[in-house]
């Protein structure tokens, strides 16, 4: 029976090659975590010590408690304020909707990180506002660096996620569902209550357990708000722990790795099961006319006020501030703005050769090294595309493991990997190795994106060609490929996007030749440049409106 | 020699037993149907002669070629078996002009690219769409697009094309003079088409065999006149036809003839039951231009005389229904009927009792 299922063992290969590559750095993460030292020491051994050290330390534990108790914080508040914004923009006639749809999604595309540098250089301690304050108000109220702080704003920027899956499920709601419930006669808010939002409540409940799976991957806002008060959580304690014991101590970075990894499996797992459910919900009914919306009445310019100040309080205040400050020679107390506006940072800017070779490193990676990307996904969504294999059902598990692995934790992986494999050693030192680790970190958002565009090609276009005379392999190139080529243009836009944001995943791989913005600005922060630093994040988030700019003029979705 | 020969075909899938052994023969020149009602089976087993479903046991063979043999294990892929298919959505690449679209099929089989472009122009030309060619399948009507459909199906001259439901999406005036035109050219080029339809009008018109197939199995297979004519099965009788259905119990059976009791009434029918179902309830069947409406006479042997319920004008011709103690009857009639009892005649030879 092997001819009619022809191509099978190129789809074989290509699978077995996904899984080597999702595999070989979680086996050898596995691995360290049982040794006693790093794994290319000759004394290393196998041992359950690095487990017994790290339970015993109490800033593990410490990290812990935290992690959790922002991920807590962070879904409580993303998740109604996700909703609220959802509901109001797709069912009632609040005005601006238009105007702030876009805007809604930006801070997903913006790095946390600089929203974080923003925030500090807005109301950190010496921010300009909360400098403007204590010169005419007194004392500030706030103090950046607190854990509720921390969990406010992650909260705060992470609504447009809930927003996303939330406002979705709204637009796909039939509206005569609610309009029958009208005719029963039930008032607005009593539909709401009794049918729209039941309808939603998969879609609420897969945002919630995404929402708190991101609050134990976050990095870049604990480590810039948390760590001036050695508030630790786990990525940034595992960050903390390179050089805990003077020498590199993998074995302890290897076991908080694995502590993370099982505490985000299952959260995938459970997303994965309930995105099922609502899509479920969602692919009951094609599109729906939406027919009326609720009326807001006297509260219309509250509600537009609400999500406005929203806006402002999560993007354009940090915004701002950053580029001011790159503006700025030096800020503080008792400074005047304008005899210290100046453009030196800039020049300074690409003066630095690491910054220039960051800046160079950053755009070619998001260009061409996404769409070498979109290539590898092209591949592997082909590899499974209608086949009904159990070769196709052990991928879909494999490319789900890369998301339990936060970006900080991939590129340490990757970064063993290239360490421990021999042939790849000389690699571990060029921009190769940080594709590597995005690549994987991304496999399976970019993948959900090839393979939507897959889905959308009725089977029978390719079937034509196959009774035709052309075998798999050719049905797929003059066919299928020819038909997705907009779905893989908009995949390439949004990974784009994504690896110019990207500054975790290459925190460890970073080295002369690998410098990337966000990598680069991690460690700087830490040095304390903060001219550059900020000057760095206003070209990053250039960068980002731009590759925005591009996707939304050629009508790409910015959602998978 | 059979063109195509599908012996004891048996397909699987996902546990349920989709085709239970099916087969079937077709010559050149022949249109064979596949009737049935929706998961009967029938798309299956066209997917399957086209390697697009794989069945676990059987044979097809194309040409006098197996291309499928479930015991030796002999299975060509679905480019290697060389058929016309027309999809019942067309299929049409979007991204292909028509001529590219037809012209496919020749490049896979290295055609010199002036041979293509001139068979694509004759193809296209038989088919009525000789200025088409650039345009694009979005740019074309339902119908243009589904002569698309057949262009590109028998450009490289297969022997046998499959058709899928390939009058269903087109609107029922059109459909009506793609079945004359589909029917035409199959006999001017001497095809062997295996058809898949639901509509057993269709199949009746342009079929000179029809395989009813029921639940993977072929119920009854045979010419059309034998299918509307005498059904072998209840099944067989109530899908093909409008038909009077009338429930009562089987009294006795000599020389293929049967009566059955229906309240006061006793009618004589064609026999379609054995005879041990003599005493049991049974079934009388009629087709609604098989009742008379016998005013005037004065009853006898299978006349009833039952109350006018309502009446339709159908066009051609009425419908009238009628209604009496455990009996419905709709029968058809070319006039009006004032109100009131009318007496039907419903002939011996035209009820098949089941």
Redesign the interface.
């Known amino acids: ?6 191509g099978t063992s190129t789809r074989r290969v290509v699978i077995a090659i996904t899984a080597l590559f999702v595999l070989a750095p979680i086996l050898l993460i596995t691995y360290q975590s049982f040794l006693t030292a790093p794994f290319f020491d000759p004394k290393a051994q196998l041992s359950l010590w690095a487990y017994e050290f790290v339970f015993n330390e109490p800033d593990f534990w410490r990290a812990l408690g935290t992690t959790a108790m922002l991920a807590v914080g962070m879904t409580a508040i993303s998740v109604p304020l996700g909703a609220l914004l959802a509901f109001l923009m797709t069912r009632t006639d609040m005005p601006g909707r238009s105007v702030l749809e876009p805007l809604l999604l930006v801070p997903i595309f913006l790095s946390p990180l600089v929203l974080a540098f923003g925030y500090v250089v807005t109301i950190g301690p010496v921010g300009f506002i909360t400098v403007w304050w204590k010169q005419y108000l007194g004392t500030p109220f706030w103090d950046i660096y607190s854990f509720s702080s921390l969990v406010l704003i992650a909260g705060l920027t992470h609504a447009p996620h809930v927003y996303l899956y939330a406002a979705s499920a709204l637009r796909s709601l039939p509206g005569d569902l609610e309009e029958a419930a009208r005719v029963t006669g039930a008032k607005p808010g009593r539909v709401a209550m009794d049918v729209s939002l039941p309808m939603i409540t998969p879609a609420l409940l897969f945002s919630g357990v995404l929402i708190f799976f991101l609050g134990f991957e976050v990095f870049g806002l604990p480590l810039i708000l948390g760590d001036p008060q050695g508030l630790l959580v786990l990525s940034t304690y595992l960050y903390k722990l390179t050089n805990k014991l003077g020498v590199p101590s993998y074995q302890l970075m290897a076991v908080v790795v694995m502590v993370i990894i099982a505490v985000a499996l299952p959260l995938v797992y459970m997303q994965r099961m309930l995105l099922r459910t609502a899509q479920r919900f969602i692919a009951v009914r094609g599109k729906a006319v939406r027919t009326n919306l609720v009326a807001l009445r006297a509260w219309r310019w509250p509600a537009f006020l609400l999500i406005a100040g929203w806006f402002a309080g999560t993007v354009m205040l940090p915004m701002m501030g950053l580029v001011l400050r790159s503006f700025v020679s030096s800020w503080g107390l008792g400074i005047n703005l304008l005899e210290v506006l100046t453009l030196d940072n800039y020049v300074e800017l690409f003066e630095d050769s690491e910054v220039v070779s960051a800046i160079i490193n950053s755009v070619a990676i998001a260009t061409i090294g996404g769409a070498l990307t979109i290539a590898c996904y092209t591949i592997i969504g082909l590899a499974q595309h209608r086949w009904n294999s159990a070769w196709v059902r052990f991928a879909d598990y494999i490319v789900m493991l890369p998301r339990a692995m936060p970006g900080i934790v991939a590129g340490l992986a990757i970064f063993w990997v290239f360490l421990f494999t021999k042939p790849l050693a000389p690699l571990r030192t060029t921009l190769f190795a940080v594709w590597v680790a995005y690549t994987l970190v991304w496999l399976a958002y970019g993948l959900r994106l090839v393979q939507s565009a897959l889905m959308q090609v ?1 089977p ?2 390719e ?10 392999g ?2 797929m190139r ?2 299928t490929i ?2 997705i080529k907009h779905g893989m243009l908009a995949a390439w836009l949004l990974i784009m996007l994504i690896f110019v944001r990207e500054y975790s995943t290459a925190v460890y791989l970073l080295g002369p030749g690998t410098e990337v913005i966000g990598s680069l600005v991690v460690s700087r922060w830490a040095g304390g440049a903060v001219d550059i630093v900020t000057c760095l994040s206003c070209i990053n988030v250039a960068l980002i409106s731009l590759g925005l700019l591009v996707a939304l003029r050629l009508g790409v979705k910015l959602h998978g | 020699m059979a063109d195509l020969a599908v012996d004891d075909l048996r397909i699987r899938l996902g546990g349920n037993e989709i085709l239970k052994g099916v087969s079937l023969t077709l010559r050149r020149g022949e249109v064979a149907a596949l009737l049935g009602p929706s998961g009967s089976g029938k798309t299956t087993l066209l997917r399957a002669v086209a390697g697009l479903e794989q069945p676990y046991a059987g044979t097809i063979t194309v040409g006098g070629a197996t291309v499928f043999d479930g015991a030796a294990g002999i299975n060509q892929p679905t480019e290697a078996r060389g058929l016309g298919f027309v999809f019942q959505s067309y299929a049409l690449w979007p991204h292909r002009t028509v001529a590219e679209n037809v012209a496919y099929s020749l490049k896979l089989r290295g055609v010199a690219a002036d041979v293509q472009r001139d068979t694509v122009q004759k193809t296209l030309d038989s088919l009525g769409l000789g200025k088409l060619g650039h345009r694009f399948p979005h740019e074309l009507s339902g119908g243009q697009q589904q002569r698309v459909a057949i262009a590109r199906a028998l450009v490289y001259g297969p022997t046998v094309v499959l058709l899928d439901e390939p009058l269903s999406n087109l609107d029922a005036k059109l459909r009506e003079e793609a079945r004359a035109f589909l029917k035409e050219l199959i006999e001017r080029e001497n095809l062997a088409a295996l058809m898949v339809t639901h509509d057993q009008a269709e199949a009746l018109a342009i079929a000179n065999r029809i395989l009813l197939l029921n639940g993977g199995v072929v119920e009854q297979a045979g010419t059309p006149q034998e299918m509307y004519n005498a059904p072998e099965t209840l099944f067989v009788a109530e899908f093909m036809g409008s038909n009077n259905h009338i429930e009562g119990k089987i009294m006795g059976m000599s020389d293929g003839r049967a009566s059955i009791r229906i309240g006061e009434h006793l009618l004589d029918g064609q026999a379609r039951c054995a005879s041990d179902k003599i005493g049991q309830d049974g079934s009388a069947v009629i087709r609604l231009e098989g009742v008379h409406v016998a005013d005037g006479s004065k009853g006898g042997q299978n006349h009833v005389k039952l109350d006018l319920v309502t009446s339709m004008f159908l066009g051609h011709t009425w419908e009238h229904l009628f209604r009496g103690p455990g009996m419905t009857i709709r029968a058809h009639h070319d006039g009006p009927l004032s109100s009131g009892a009318h007496w039907l005649h419903l002939p011996a030879d035209r009820v098949w009792i089941f």
């Open positions: 029976m092997s001819s009619a299922v022809a009725a029978e276009l079937e034509a060609a196959r009774v035709t005379g052309a075998g798999v050719r049905a003059d066919v020819p038909l």
